[in-house]
């Protein structure tokens, strides 16, 4: 009989941070220039060359734990992790072992199981290393170097995980917080975010931990959710056949759907770490912590909180709108122009939500103008736009970003008020429906409705429905 197990899985989150410049030199962190153009001596580990560091980046690690609730290191400094990669231009990277920026945080999440603290056992910061580009057609690799340097934080939670739905719900808490802080976009698409997954297998029950494997390469949060139940059964299989899980890093494909074993597990013994010397140690005043603690924004609690008391919005849209900080920021553009934040809401919770499920887009891609539904919601709300039009309309808008005010006149979309139009089409909707007519006249006052949508219809759509209703039951009325 097959036993029951259980996972054990924690994480190892590396997020680019949001600098113009890398973490020791002056170049940039511009994502998607010509390959080994963002460079100079310094990222690209010249003899000679030494780092100097980004003080942007110390308050960015500093802001992401100060919101996850971590104790800031007073005295922290950086240390040489040495290995041997094409990628890795010095043979080392400048990395945080011994005494990082930030340690002992939590991540209150939520899933179907109810609410949770993931423990953090550490945030340090480093260096990124540089990209290798494997080109199967001429069967070699190029190395590109400008993401060597870029700034990073490592975020490193406790093992407290037990499902690929409470991995999911870490990253995204995580990814919302950091996103609010303004500390990096966390585009898991370009890389800017990146997670590594140590998981583990045990009997149910049982407290003694199994052994664990690293896999990397998860760029989005269906393959991380594919990963973690393809590794699970893998070890179950392994464990079930009386054989070992063996320590190791393992690369996952997202095609195949299926892992495989890239190198031994390393422990921090065998990168031989030691304190980095051309760099000094960071000392971090109860001054400087205050100024960062009173620089934090909104988060998404607070902001969550104002939706439902400023603008009177239910506690479901307010979550759901704040879980993105672009989202919000669309609605709150958008409300201040047109003024009505609950119609805004609407349009987002309805039109705008429905069309990314079809689109499989994340709110971070929305690329529409607040301006432009601002406008939109005015046209409707004034009658110059039927709602049927306004969300062909909208369409257009999300797909294109189109000045809605400019298209409804090109394409002749206005509502139609003309009486004499509308009296016409109601006569003929009236005279094609007898059935509808006849259990209008016998009290069946639910008939119009279909009346008027038929009217409507005859009309595309364009016909203002209050005079069309108003012209029905008139024309209804007479014998």
Not at 103 to 119: A, C, L, P
Not at 186 to 192: A, D, P, V
Request: proline share 4%; net charge negative; with cysteine.
């Amino acid at each position: 009989m097959r036993k029951e197990y259980e996972m054990v899985i924690g994480l190892e989150v590396h997020v680019e941070l949001a600098t113009k410049t890398k973490i020791f030199c002056g170049c940039s962190t511009a994502f998607g220039g010509e390959p080994n153009t963002h460079t100079c001596p310094v990222c690209t580990g010249m003899p000679g060359s030494l780092p100097v560091l980004n003080k942007q980046v110390v308050e960015y690690a500093m802001a992401v734990g100060l919101a996850a609730g971590c104790s800031i290191t007073r005295y922290c400094k950086f240390d040489r992790k040495n290995y041997f990669y094409p990628d890795n231009p010095q043979n080392y990277q400048i990395s945080q072992l011994y005494l990082p920026i930030c340690r002992d945080g939590k991540v209150e999440i939520e899933t179907s199981s109810g609410k949770k603290t993931v423990g953090i056992h550490e945030i340090h910061m480093e260096e990124d290393a540089g990209k290798l580009i494997h080109d199967e057609w001429e069967d070699c690799s190029f190395v590109d170097y400008n993401r060597s340097g870029v700034p990073l934080i490592e975020i490193v939670s406790e093992p407290d995980m037990r499902s690929a739905e409470e991995v999911i719900a870490y990253l995204e808490k995580l990814r919302m917080m950091i996103q609010y802080l303004g500390a990096s976009d966390c585009k898991l698409n370009e890389g800017s975010m990146r997670a590594d997954v140590n998981l583990s297998v045990r009997e149910a029950g049982t407290e003694q931990m199994g052994t664990r494997t690293e896999m990397k390469n998860l760029n989005s949060f269906k393959a991380i959710t594919r990963a973690i139940e393809a590794e699970k059964n893998r070890q179950i299989d392994l464990l079930e056949e009386g054989k070992e899980v063996i320590q190791e890093t393992r690369r996952w494909d997202d095609v195949k759907e299926y892992s495989y074993a890239m190198r031994s597990k390393e422990d921090a013994q065998d990168y031989r770490y030691f304190p980095e010397p051309d760099l000094v140690p960071v000392e971090i005043s109860d001054e400087w912590i205050a100024r960062i603690k009173a620089a934090q924004p909104e988060l998404q609690p607070e902001k969550m909180e104002r939706y439902q008391r400023e603008y009177g919005l239910p506690q479901y849209d307010a979550e759901i709108i704040t879980a993105s900080k672009h989202l919000a920021d669309i609605f709150e553009e958008t409300a201040e122009l047109c003024k009505k934040p609950k119609k805004v809401s609407n349009w987002l919770m309805g039109e705008t939500m429905r069309l990314m499920k079809e689109k499989e887009m994340d709110a971070e891609e929305l690329r529409f103008s607040p301006r432009h539904l601002a406008e939109l919601i005015a046209l409707t709300e004034d009658g110059s736009l039927s709602n049927t039009v306004a969300k062909e309309v909208f369409e257009k808008i999300f797909e294109e970003d189109i000045e809605p005010g400019s298209y409804v006149k090109e394409h002749g979309l206005n509502v139609v008020n003309d009486e004499g139009e509308l009296r016409n089409a109601a006569a003929q909707v009236i005279k094609s429906n007898p059935k509808s007519v006849s259990d209008y006249r016998n009290g069946k006052e639910k008939a119009i409705g279909f009346l008027v949508g038929q009217t409507m219809k005859a009309m595309k759509g364009k016909a203002n429905p209050g005079m069309v209703n108003k012209i029905l039951k008139e024309l209804l009325s007479q014998t």
